[in-house]
């Protein structure tokens, strides 16, 4: 009897640390600075990586990317900030609906920097 509670509550304890795992693994939602979601930003559109812009509200947005995990494969991690945080031309194109990220589109004065120190086409 005593062997069967104890068998009982170890397969107890190892089906909460799974489900503890599983919703710990679905709650990737990360607050970040401006300058670090410029960043995330920028790989929207990169065929090696999975990121794209979800959208934007009033006061925040929101960019979902995707993070290889040796372990566990693929996890989408959502990052977010707030509309204050970001440079004013790429509030107006959030705020108007379209994406600053698409390719051709002018991200920022970061994006413009780099278009300026590249090599001009032959």
């Known amino acids: ?41 920028e790989s929207i559109g990169n065929p090696w990586t999975d990121s794209k812009l ?25 990052y977010w900030t707030e509309l204050a945080n970001l440079p004013a031309e790429i509030v107006a194109k959030l705020r108007a609906g379209t994406n600053p990220w698409k390719e051709g589109a002018d991200p920022g004065s970061h994006a413009a920097d780099q278009k300026s120190n590249s090599r001009p086409a032959r």
């Open 54 to 78: 979800i959208g934007a509200t009033n006061v925040d947005v929101y960019l979902e990317s995707g993070v290889l995990n040796p372990l566990a494969g693929w996890r989408k991690i959502v």
């Open 1 to 41: 009897m005593k062997r069967k509670r104890v068998v009982a509550v170890a397969v107890l304890v190892v089906l909460t640390l799974a489900v503890l795992t599983a919703l710990g693994s679905c709650q990737n939602l990360k607050h970040v600075d401006g300058s670090e979601f410029l960043q995330r930003a």
